[in-house]
């Protein structure tokens, strides 16, 4: 596996001879509009416009090896009755012929509708909502949470239904391809082995892109993402992979990822990555009401401690098997992006300060030989990093501070302490995991010993699948747990599993 890895690898880019070619007028036997559109990262004067030109999207793209002109345009109205914007883009063979269109000069808090032309070829219809400006008092956010989506496992009817929703955003904190096959019940197929190249993770993202559930809800409102190990390889950490691959080689590895996971989302150009170095943290802050941090608990992690002999990755330890556990040194955001958020949260004027990131924050304490025992390639494997964090949010008496996470495959609600094991230790912030679209889950048993044991836990359900929805006011924030009634038939209905509600000033989730 090694051979083929390194053989892989050295020929993961694409051969460039001579010049690059620009086909401004190409003519398109085929649909090149396969994997739909996108926006993200609204800001109260713009946004960024995505979309791939790929008429043969699972073989490569099928497209030449040159640069085409691609028209985006941008309307009042979705029939383009009144066009505001329109601009030309270069799709090129470097980036999978992506477009990322950076817009700016548009007006805060408005619907617009955008559309993409190529080789007279026109793409469906998309909308994004700006954001509101930076001194609005602005009296409503709403947004849905989203991650873990392996597509062999379910269908994504739940962003069938999230696209019907009456949202301003979507949060994705992660796993939105996976590189590997695993689970028990499959009703469709990669068809693929895991992922290696960047020609194999480029025909990866097409196959999840082509799900016409997934692209309505990418048509239907602008996306704030980030990753978590799926999207390279499973539990990686920094350079370290689960088997243990020479850093040198892996990191070719996850250059290739992060360039297609750039190439199929709807990135700003800050966020391209530069070989396997690419940073996704940003800030992002809707009116006076609301400001987003988005993190990435991946890419500059310390190792997992206590692995298994023989490989990398997470094992499930008790205090005395593992007291590395509890180093100060261990960091799962490095230290530059730590410093980076509390610097952020220092300067927030928002009412409401929401932190995403990929995987459950409170401590889950599970029993192994009848001992408390913790899974290190969460939070509970660098709880001191997560005591520094907390205690900064309490140490500056953070507005309203939420955590989203996703990750564990299940839909949790806690309250979030300094000091977990100290029961007088006072609730500083909510937290929320939004359940997996489709990635199979924790059993019911699991999900009982997890809130019999942690008692800061008030819901825990890892069988129902779907998504969050999330409407914050001044006054409050309501969230629905909404879950299908089966991932594994593509017309599944869905419903309202549990409700919460944060009140302003009182941190912890209530059950509404």
Known sequence: MLHRRTFLLAGAGIAMSGPLRLLAQPRFQKNPFTLGIASGYPQPDGVVLWT????????GGGMPNAAVEVTWEIAADDGFGSVLRKGVERAAPDLAHSVHAEIRGLEPARWYHYRFHAGGATSVTGRFRTAPAAAAANDRLRFALASCQQYEQGYFAAYRHMAREDLDLVIHVGDYIYESSWGRTRVRSHGTPECVTLAEYRNRYALYKSDADLQAAHAAFPWLVTWDDHEVSNDY????????DPPALYLRRRAAAYQAYYEHMPLPAWARPRGPNAR?????????????????????????????????????????????????ELTLLGAEQE???????DTSAARWNIIAQQTL????IRLKDNEDAFWTDGWDGYPKARERLLGHIAQRKLSNPLVLGGDVHAGIVADLKVNFDDAKSPVIASEFVGTSITSQGPGAKFSEAARQNNPHMKFHNGVQKGYTAFEVTPERCAVRMRTVSDVTDAQATIRDLAGFVVEHGKAGAQWA
């Open 237 to 244: 950490a920094n350079e370290r992979s689960q088997k243990l």
């Open 339 to 345: 410093r980076w958020l509390h610097g952020a949260l």
């Open 361 to 364: 924050m409170a401590q889950r």
């Open 52 to 59: 791939r030109l790929a008429p043969d999207a699972l073989n």
């Open 280 to 328: 996704l943290y940003t800030q992002a802050s809707f009116g006076q009401l609301a400001q987003i941090c988005m993190l990435d608990d991946r890419q500059y992690r310390s190792h997992q401690v206590c692995p298994p002999s023989g490989r990398g990755g997470s094992t499930v330890v008790t205090a005395g098997e593992c007291p590395q556990r509890l180093s100060p």
